[in-house]
């Protein structure tokens, strides 16, 4: 059996180590309440060519699980002003060297993870080491001969939802009025309680030298001499030991109960949330942190590094040392406060209190479809998003958030190619999504007003509008495969003529409007403006080579992600169930076990140009000769 490549359907822009820095405070931006003669006002309007089929979801609920195309208040279907503005946001970051701020551009929490059947060998097996010595994890085997593994480390609580005076939940850990008990699923009690996992059940037991002897329902303590507890039907059954396990009842006015740091709380959440499509929808309140004041849960739990880690497994998920954000560049990390292109054009809003707040120069309006284009089939897939704890993929050289000098690779951007043909597996229906896509060809036209920019900052509007003239956008669901391949025009550029409306002609237009060719022409202008303003403050502050923004190999790796239009079995997810030589192959093992990560885009971009000079360079066969003959002179 061959050795299984890595891939996915994504890749990453690198985050620049250069950073941007058009205004020194927010005294220097330009104001809201004149339109500034000496600055740049009007509409861009635009429009988007659907490539491939696109949808854009409404974001509702219906009783038939399909979802809907979004539409404005006139019914029509529309791409939001709020997705467009999104994508403009996040190319804006790139093209405009701006600051990469944890919380605001990049999610930071602490990654959870349990690495117990990893390869010794390989990128996984010092993680599997450190999970191993984190929980002190004791292997051997009964005596009659059972395998056992025993996390010495990991203990029994309650934990428990304790909201303040003003409403504010907090969580605490308390322990349990005994020792935790294992139950054979073969136990004769155990089978009046029916199938099926991740669910607690309240019992009354009786127990003799660490064993249950008894097991009934809950209420018969005080007439059998019964314990009350509760039993632990953990989220999927292990094959060895196949065991259930019973909690005592919690010691609720313990003074060693242990409060649970907000942050140990929001890792646990964030993890929840990246883990929920994959488990059981109808159970999910299983995972989830008591909902009510009062109510409490056994789990199981341990200490380590400052922070308490506990779950519903007697494996639980820990964190690493590293929270993502510390991947950073230190150019981000000490310029998180300055003010960005971002910032200083679409407008920012401090979080903390009293912080400062700056209204958008750009406001960006929803796209409307042009007639009235007629969906095409329904089409179902899995949407599951890609996951930072795939350390391999996320990080430089695939380190993983225990080592010192992992650094995060960039922004995720997703490869152009057709559609591929989707399918939801039998049982899987809960956590698929179905929709109608509308067809290829489809045009979306809207309009971006902006205000009192700069030529440069319009400069750099306008090439994150229309990036470079033979790349593509992608919008709405399905990205990973190949939907929403869009090619953003701009149609019309109006320039607010200030000269002209205080002018002795009254009767004149404020606006000088360029299309077609015109318009295109002042668009390559005023983005040339920013590209080569960027290369001299760059070459200023980093001494770079080359004498442009576009010379810069993040921004070119940028739009080559952009421009080049992949092969769908080159860049899609790996399967658990791929057929290889007559085989059925599950290629996350095969690339886990090989210790592979994924390439750098640089490296795919430099690949891919080596590739195509060898190409033009070696001799046509004459085929290929009659071919380019028939082409040019359309066969004749």
């Keep these: 059996m061959s050795e299984t490549k890595i891939r996915a359907p994504f890749q990453f822009v690198p985050f620049s180590t250069k950073v941007l ?23 861009i309007h635009i429009s988007l060519r659907a490539e491939t089929p ?17 539409r404005g ?15 403009l946001r996040e190319n804006m970051q790139i093209l405009g060297f701006g ?62 939802r304790e909201d303040s005076a003003d409403g504010k939940p907090s969580y605490c850990i308390y322990p349990a009025l005994g020792e935790l008990i294992r139950v054979p699923r073969s136990h004769a009690d155990v089978l009046q309680f029916g199938e099926g996992d991740a669910r607690l059940v309240s019992v009354s037991y009786t127990e003799a030298n660490g064993r249950a002897v008894r097991i009934a329902p809950r209420g018969r303590e005080t007439q059998e001499n019964m314990r009350p507890g509760t039993l632990l039907y953990t989220g999927r059954p292990v094959a060895k030991p196949n065991c259930l396990y019973l909690f005592p009842e919690m010691d609720a006015v313990s003074t060693t109960a242990e409060k649970i740091s907000d942050d140990d709380i929001l890792s646990y959440q964030a993890d929840l949330e990246q883990r929920r499509n994959s488990l059981p929808k109808d159970r999910a309140s299983f995972w989830e942190l008591p909902a009510r004041d009062g109510e409490s849960k056994p789990v199981f739990y341990l200490h380590t590094e400052g922070h308490i880690y506990f779950g519903m497994s007697r494996f639980p998920r820990i964190g690493y040392p590293h929270s993502i954000a510390e991947g950073l560049h230190e150019s981000h990390r000490k310029r998180v406060g300055q003010l960005d292109y971002p910032r200083a054009i679409l407008g920012f809003a401090e979080p903390r209190e009293g912080g400062s707040a700056y209204r958008s120069r750009v406001s960006v309006g929803d796209l409307e479809a042009v007639g009235d284009p007629a969906e095409g089939a329904s089409v179902s897939m899995i949407l599951g998003n890609p996951k930072p704890s795939w350390y391999p993929g996320y990080t430089e050289e695939g380190r993983d958030y225990a080592q010192d000098e992992f650094c995060l690779r960039g922004y995720k951007q997703y490869w152009l190619k057709d559609t591929q043909k989707t399918a939801v597996k039998e049982g899987k229906e809960k956590v698929g999504t ?4 509308l067809p290829i060809g489809t045009e979306f036209r809207g309009v971006v007003r902006y205000r009192n920019l700069s030529e440069e900052e319009l400069g750099l509007l306008l090439w994150c509008l229309r990036l470079e003239e033979d790349c593509y956008q992608t919008v709405g669901m399905g990205k990973p495969y190949g939907y929403g391949r869009v090619k953003l025009t701009i149609r019309t550029l109006r320039e607010f003529n200030p000269d ?11 606006w000088d409007e360029f299309r077609g060719g015109q318009a295109a022409q002042r668009v390559e202008r005023y983005i040339k403006t920013y590209d080569a303003s960027a290369g001299r403050e760059l070459k200023r502050l980093y001494k770079i080579k080359g004498s442009s923004a576009s010379s810069m190999s993040e921004i070119q790796d940028f739009f080559f992600i952009k421009r080049v239009i992949r092969n769908s079995d080159e860049v899609s997810y790996l399967q658990l169930e791929a057929v290889e030589d007559g085989r059925k192959v599950n290629e996350y093992t095969a690339c886990k076990n090989a ?42």
């Design 434 to 437: 179905t929709f109608r896509p």
């Design 73 to 87: 208040a006139n019914g029509k279907r529309m791409i939001p002003g709020s997705t467009l503005r999104g994508l």
């Design 595 to 636: 210790g592979q990560t994924l390439p750098s885009l640089q490296k795919e971009r430099t690949d891919w140009e080596q590739t195509r000079a060898e190409e033009e360079a070696s001799p046509k066969s004459m085929e290929d000769l009659l071919k380019a003959l028939q082409d040019k002179y359309g066969g004749r």
């Design 99 to 160: 600051v990469i701020r944890p919380g605001e551009d990049l999610e930071d929490y602490q990654i959870y993870y349990r690495e117990m059947a990893g390869a010794r060998t390989g990128s996984a097996g010092p993680l599997k080491e450190r999970y191993r010595n984190t929980l002190d994890v004791n292997v051997g085997k009964t005596p009659d001969g059972t395998p056992y593994s025993e996390p010495k480390n990991v203990r029994i609580g309650w934990l428990k």
């Design 54 to 70: 696109i949808f854009v979801s409404d974001g509702k609920r219906y009783p038939d699980n399909i979802q809907r195309f979004f």
């Design 500 to 510: 002209r409306l205080y002018g002795a002609d009254l009767s004149a237009t404020p």
């Design 21 to 43: 820095i058009p205004y020194r405070s927010a005294d220097e931006l330009p104001r809201h309440d004149a339109i500034l003669p000496n600055l740049k006002s009007g509409e």
